[in-house]
């Protein structure tokens, strides 16, 4: 199995730029999750979908940022505008929905830097 | 308020020992926990749960246990090899999908 992809790995880019993050989660999982980690907040969840639907986006820190989940195999995390306290790893994590707390798998993380 | 405490930054053991991380946890409503493993420049790697059912869940070298009136869990690592050097961090879910994180700790094991 793959697991979790994330593109880019790395991304830098100046104040007011849209950014794009990408999120492949496990074949067969059906819930997906966007993380931020940073060293004040530590790792945070943004949003939750379940079976492309998002449940749970009172992570999201506010209206700059939107994700989107077209089908089961694809997500994106979009930032627009950009700001420099937008920096932080972002993480994508997959599980396969049964009953309650299914264990949770991490992508490798896209580390942003915004200028 | 932090509702997952992970009050150690860092940790220091010889090969061959055993480590303890500790996570203290406040909302007594909490029913799952888990450990994750962060090597740099990765994701957090599942290690190991347990549901408030119990209080130890072993596989392999790692055991985890659970003392729900003291709302504290702890991470043993026997025997303690350099490979386990990583952060390690305890998460915490009323039996849902939402994890509350703890800080990490970051754990170094010395050949």
């Given at each position: 199995d793959a697991g979790v992809i994330q593109s880019p790995r790395h991304e830098v880019t100046e104040m007011g730029q849209e950014v794009t993050l990408r999120c492949k989660p496990i074949s067969g999982h059906n819930s997906l999750f966007w993380y931020r980690q940073t060293m004040m907040r530590g790792l945070e969840l943004l949003i939750y979908f379940n079976n492309n639907v998002?449940?749970?986006?009172?992570?999201?820190?506010?209206?700059r940022f939107s994700a989107k989940m077209p089908n089961a195999s694809f997500s994106t995390l979009k930032i627009?505008?950009?700001?420099?306290?937008?920096?932080a790893v972002y993480f994508c994590a997959s599980s396969a929905d049964r009953v309650g707390a299914e264990t949770q798998y991490f992508g490798p993380g896209t580390r942003l830097l915004v200028l | 308020d932090q509702q997952v405490k992970q009050n150690s930054p860092s940790l220091s053991v010889q090969e061959g020992r055993i480590s303890i991380l500790n996570c203290d946890y406040t909302n007594s409503m909490f029913d799952y926990f888990l450990w994750y493993k962060k090597y740099p420049a990765e994701g957090p790697t599942f290690l190991i749960s347990i549901s408030s059912i119990k209080d130890k869940n072993e596989d392999g070298r790692f055991t985890v246990f659970l003392n729900k009136s003291a709302k504290h869990l702890s991470l043993h690592i026997v025997?303690?090899?350099?490979?386990?050097?990583a952060v390690y961090f305890c998460a915490a879910s009323e039996g849902t999908y939402k994890y509350i994180f703890g800080t990490g700790t970051r754990l170094k094991v010395l050949a």
């Open positions: 998002p449940i749970d986006d009172s992570g999201m820190p506010e209206d627009q505008p950009s700001e420099p306290r937008d920096s | 025997p303690s090899q350099p490979g386990d050097s």
